[in-house]
């Protein structure tokens, strides 16, 4: 492991007002998406969803300049989301791209699994290894009043794909009571009997339309509670962090173990340890998922912006980043929508 002394002496760029070393860059690749997941992509009053017209994403051109400013700053790891980052048109060469630059040790992607099927060979040709699969439901019908489409066999089988082709998977399940809070037990199952981790995330409220209210929502610890009930769940020491989540080990009554975890913006937030900064599909510049505060890194760039201009907004970006959220004291401190900003 990196002595951390040195690691910070080396990226003094990324380091902001309160000493965390923001290394980790998240790309929404657009905001469009092949579902339409009731927490996510809520229509507007009069029944139509707003998206970005091509032209307002930047260009994969675009991405690939920022990228290859930000990985000589000591960005080492970028994370691919939207939206659902596989409907863009020309992704696959774009990661192909990103992944011969010097310095990025990681490219990881989060996908809706709709696509994952076709485009899961590419991918581990591309250099992605990890995947994060959203799934919030195991029985089709259900996944279809959630997503808004009846594709749960073709995202299972993407993610039985992804299995073979060796990606390490993890499934990102929301926890939502009375809505698939039937399953917690299923999903704590799959972690036991298969070879992926199941992460629980506690819902929030993101966006101006969301559906989120306090009863849907359940604490994490509520969470663990319940699923404590199928066998034993003890903390991972080693990696009692991966990541926001909080790791463990749980123990079925037949000896068979598997890895769950638990992420808890809400309930137990991870703040202190953000290493994120965040991309938007509309070309922003975001320190914090939960907080509004956007730099706009587009207009830099189409304006004639230099790489040292760039570079500074970034800076500015870090310094600027925010202690933690305040959503426990303001529900509407984050009124951006989740599928522009990026998961
Ligand atoms: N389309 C991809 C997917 O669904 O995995 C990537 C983008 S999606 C916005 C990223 C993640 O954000 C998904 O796991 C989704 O479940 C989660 N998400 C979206 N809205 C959420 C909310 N209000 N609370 C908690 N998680 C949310
Ligand atoms: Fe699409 Fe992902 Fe949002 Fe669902 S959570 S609507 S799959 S972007």
Known sequence: MKDETQSLANKPDL?????????????????????????CMPLDSKGGLQVLKHEDLLSYEELLRIVGLVVPMGMNKIRLTGGEPLVRKGVMGFIAALSQIDGLDEIRL??????????????????????????????????????????FDQV??????????????????????????????????LAVDKPYQIRFIEFMPVGRDSSWDKNTYISSSELKERIGAMGTLEPLPGCRLDGPARMYSLTA??????????????????????????????GRLRACL?????????????????????????????????????LAENQAACSGQMSRIGG
Request: aromatic fraction near 6%; include cysteine.
């Open 110 to 151: 989060t996908t809706n699994g709709v696509l994952l099927k076709e485009k899961a060979a590419g991918l581990y040709a591309a250099g992605i290894r990890k995947l994060n699969i959203s799934l919030d439901t195991l029985r089709p019908e259900r996944f279809k009043k959630i997503t808004g489409l009846d594709l």
């Open 15 to 39: 380091v902001d007002m309160f000493s965390r070393t923001i290394s980790y860059l998240r790309l929404s690749l657009t905001d469009r998406c092949n579902l339409r997941c009731m927490y």
């Open 156 to 189: 299972w089988q993407g993610i039985e794909a992804a299995v073979e082709f060796g990606f390490d998977v993890k499934l990102n399940v929301v926890a939502m009571r009375d809505i698939n809070d039937d399953e917690l037990i299923d999903f704590a199952g």
């Open 253 to 282: 009554a037949d000896g068979a173990t598997g890895r769950v975890g638990f992420i808890s913006p809400i309930s137990h937030h991870f703040c202190d340890t953000c290493n994120r900064l965040r991309l938007t599909s509309a």
């Open 290 to 326: 939960l907080h509004d505060r956007e730099a706009d890194l587009k207009a830099l760039l189409r304006s004639g912006g230099t790489d040292d201009e760039i570079r500074a907004l970034i800076k500015q970006t870090i310094l600027d980043k925010p202690k933690g959220h305040t």
